[in-house]
């Protein structure tokens, strides 16, 4: 198997095992397919952010979204300039948040009145900064690949809640804030038509900030993570923008900037998680049916998503002397039972693959968005390098993270409080 024009055989041979690889052209064609969709697109980068895909946006006129201060750094490090990057805190400021926003001229998306608040407060002591801030709004409703995902209605804490505007007007009154942006963000991974229906509210929420310059209407877009089924359209969601947007143009009689900033949708397909089978192991059911185990070297440390939302991800072997087809449970290192690539519900689900033998290469699809990013030390296990394949070029986006100090960081750390951590790369 290739991605691209590079064999995963060569890249687990050079890069080791498990990493992270990611199509430059897959990317690029997601890129092209979602930029057509608004005039203003920003990459919701906490879905991935690594360098060379930041960078790769960037050259092709995306903008930001950022949910931390620290993304916002990493954007800038990145080559965006502070007026492409969008930062969206999701329910409180971290300590001095506000004012590095401020300071740095960061547009700035509140989620709680107490942001607004404290947005106007810090501006206030600053005595300089922006006062155009954007509010997200609590529509009401939500939609998400999971519960967990759902960031509209009642169960979410996201979001000024829509009863609660005017109080969002007097806040922005006693500050001097002017609220020159609407956003709401419903959920990640729901379905086109929850979306579509809800930038119809949006735009009435809009109606009642008279300083409306720019409306979001967040990110959310689908992706398919199961082989050989149709990807959903989201060809129809541009015109439904555009029809949302005349009637809020024709409302206040003047252009409006409409965003939107989808994380998935970008990324999930570009991405894989190369491991190694290591061993094979079986149980006997209560029926007495054998349960076949593949064991490889992939855990929820470096992939989350099948044991925190029991996610499907396409998965393949790739091995000279493999078996026939047959149902296997593919399982990791980690010491739980959670441990599972093939769950759902929290119950191991068999899936018919051949058989592989220890030594094969294991490729999990669908891994670029919340792979690497929702990644852990659990078991202190190191985050992994990322690669970039471009035609039949290997960029290292990242460096496996080592126990040992790096030797380009040694001198610097022997001073710094940091050369007693076990582990040196963040960024
Ligand atoms: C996570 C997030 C997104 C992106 O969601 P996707 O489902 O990945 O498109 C967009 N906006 C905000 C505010 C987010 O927190």
């Known amino acids: 198997m290739k991605i691209e024009d590079v064999d995963v055989r060569d890249i687990a041979r050079h890069y080791g095992t498990p990493v992270y690889v990611y199509s430059l052209k897959t990317l690029r064609a997601a890129i092209a397919e979602i930029k057509t969709l608004a005039p ?13 895909i930041l960078q790769e946006m960037k050259k092709q006129g995306i903008h930001i979204d950022a949910v931390s201060v620290l993304e916002v750094q990493r954007a800038l490090r990145a080559g965006f300039d502070a007026s492409e990057v969008c930062f969206t805190s999701d329910v409180f ?68 809640w829509h009863q609660s505007l005017d109080e969002a007007r007097a806040i922005a009154k006693e500050y001097g804030l002017i609220i020159n942006g609407v956003h709401i963000h419903i959920g990640s991974g729901g379905d086109m038509e929850h979306l579509k229906r809800l930038t119809g509210k949006l735009v009435e929420f809009a109606k009642q900030f008279d300083d409306v310059e720019v409306i979001n209407f967040g990110g ?29 143009e024709k409302h206040f009689g003047r252009k409006i900037r409409c965003e939107i900033e989808p994380g998935r949708r970008f990324v999930a ?10 061993a094979l192991n079986h149980t006997l059911d209560e029926n007495g049916k054998r349960l076949d185990y593949v064991l ?26 493999m078996g026939p087809e047959q149902d296997v449970i593919v399982a990791g290192p980690v010491c739980e039972s959670g441990d599972v690539l093939t769950q759902e519900n929290e119950e191991p689900v068999p899936r018919k693959l ?13 891994a670029g968005a919340y792979g690497f990013v929702m990644s852990s030390n659990y078991n202190t296990q190191p985050l992994l390098p ?42």
């Open 40 to 52: 203003v697109v920003r990459y919701a980068m906490k879905a991935e952010s690594n360098r060379v």
């Open 93 to 160: 400021f971290h300590a001095s948040d506000a004012e590095y926003c401020i300071e740095n001229n960061v547009y700035t998306n509140c989620g709680t009145l107490g942001m607004l608040r404290e947005y106007g407060e810090t501006l206030k002591r600053l005595g300089k900064g922006s006062n155009k801030v954007s509010i997200r709004i609590n529509p009401g409703e939500g939609s998400g690949h999971s519960k967990k995902t759902n960031t509209g209605g009642p169960y979410s804490k996201h979001g000024i």
């Open 220 to 248: 959310g877009l689908p992706y398919q993570y199961r082989e050989g089924q149709p990807e959903a359209d989201v060809s129809a969601y541009k015109p439904i923008l555009e029809e949302r947007l005349a009637i809020l």
């Open 269 to 278: 397909g570009c991405g894989y998680l190369l491991g190694e089978v290591r």
């Open 296 to 321: 490889g070297n992939i855990g929820f440390c470096h992939l989350l998503r099948p044991m925190a939302y029991g996610s499907y991800h396409a998965i393949q072997f790739v091995g000279d002397k």
């Open 354 to 366: 051949p058989l592989p033998n220890p030594g094969d290469i294991m490729v999990v699809g669908g």
């Open 386 to 427: 990322e690669v970039v394949v471009d035609g039949s070029k290997c960029i290292l986006a990242r460096r496996r993270q080592t126990p040992r100090r790096h030797p380009e960081r040694r001198r610097r750390s022997v001073k710094s409080r940091s050369s007693k951590s076990l582990f040196w790369n963040m960024f």
